[in-house]
């Protein structure tokens, strides 16, 4: 794949516009422009990016790639030893930030502040002919580092869309594109030259899609707790999108219908996705899962199986490797183990949750989100946590946080409140096995959500 720089400037001049909270940019400017200056000081080398607003990165990644020989990622929430730690693993040389915390945390890399809109003079740095710039993505460690995956532009974009569902397609994401999940949609954009709204984390959902539905977004995309959120926070009715699009968490029947029942006439997608896999398929049919067909013929250069209950993926948008001390990502044919275990029902598979999130209790063994779509399918509740407390008898046993959706939780006083309490664990006596059904429920207003937009789950 060529550099994304002569991708970007082969389409321009075009109408194809970067809307964030901070302002907007223009694609075609940076025909004649530069947001970092004079690019011959990063070219050949490790370069940490680490900007607080998701514009700058945007406009950066398209004038680094090509030139520098590696862009790290980094997202804004991370501590001044994560910092240092990425910058030593990565044997970074440059940085280039507008946050302070970030200078600081790395004073003896010599920096460069990006500007907001391209300065208007011509790039000094070329792209290297044949060179591919690593695009380092940090992912959660279990020590509480990041681990490094290493992808290039050919393994992130390669098999994306080079042009637009139709003229007046304009795309959106919850996600910030510093996380895999963003800079797919990020990539789609910028490789078909369509404008892209950015979220940001000063607004509320209701101010993001009003300022999608201002830059008239018909494509979006989000994890189901992003959905979830908006929903019920009631600024779903704001966009009128053609296309809505799921990943990052399990996308169970309920969410599906929800989004449909507010979005009658778009089409509503989910996507299965890792940062080390790649993405490994796409679901269109308004159903919960995937096809089991999916497992047996190669799809798009992507191969999958299921092997000791967890979907593997072999596929040609996997990331090379990590850097610095970390597992290998595949084995020696070349699958990933997503951890994501999976169960054929009905002729199609399941998502039962992760691998290392299962309760164990008594010996056995209860899945999370399986808990959570019973739940989550009763008409008053918006979103349920399913997690472990810790019992002397049996080690563990299952609890619940539940949401209720604003009319049920206005709808009475304590005693209608223990009535639908009483009235959930009923439904999930007759779902579920007795040592999957909660021991104890309770109501929450809201539930925490990590900085990718997934549900925080604390460990027992």
Known sequence: ??????????????????????????????????????????????????????????????????????????????????????????ECDHVISDRPTTLAALPALPSITPAIAPRAHTRVADAQPGMQTEWILLTSGTTGRPKLVVHTLDSLGSTLPREAPDAHTVWSTFYDIRRYGGLQIYLRAVLSGTSLVLSSPRESTTEFFTRAAAAAVTHISGTPSHWRRALMSGAARILDPKYVRLSGEIADQTVLDNLKAAYPAAAIGHAFASTEAGVGFEVNDGLAGFPADYISRERNGIEMKVEDGTLRIRSVRTAARYLGEAPVIADVEGYVDTGDLVEMCDGRYQFKGRKTGVINVGGLKVHPEEVESVLNADRRVRVSLVRARRNPIVGSVVVADVVLTEEAAAAGDAAAAERVKAELLEHCRRALPVHKVPTALRFVPALELTAAGKLVRPHA
């Open 1 to 90: 794949m060529i550099a994304l720089w002569d991708l970007v400037t082969a389409k321009a001049p075009n109408d194809a516009v970067f809307h964030a909270h901070s302002g907007s940019v223009a694609l075609a400017a940076l025909a004649s422009g530069s947001t970092l200056g004079e690019l011959d000081t990063v070219r050949g080398r490790s370069v940490l990016l680490g900007t607080e607003d998701q514009l700058a990165t945007a406009l950066a990644l398209i004038e680094l790639d090509g030139v520098a020989r590696r862009v790290v990622l980094c997202t804004p929430d991370l501590t001044a030893e994560q910092l240092a730690f990425v910058a030593t693993t990565a």
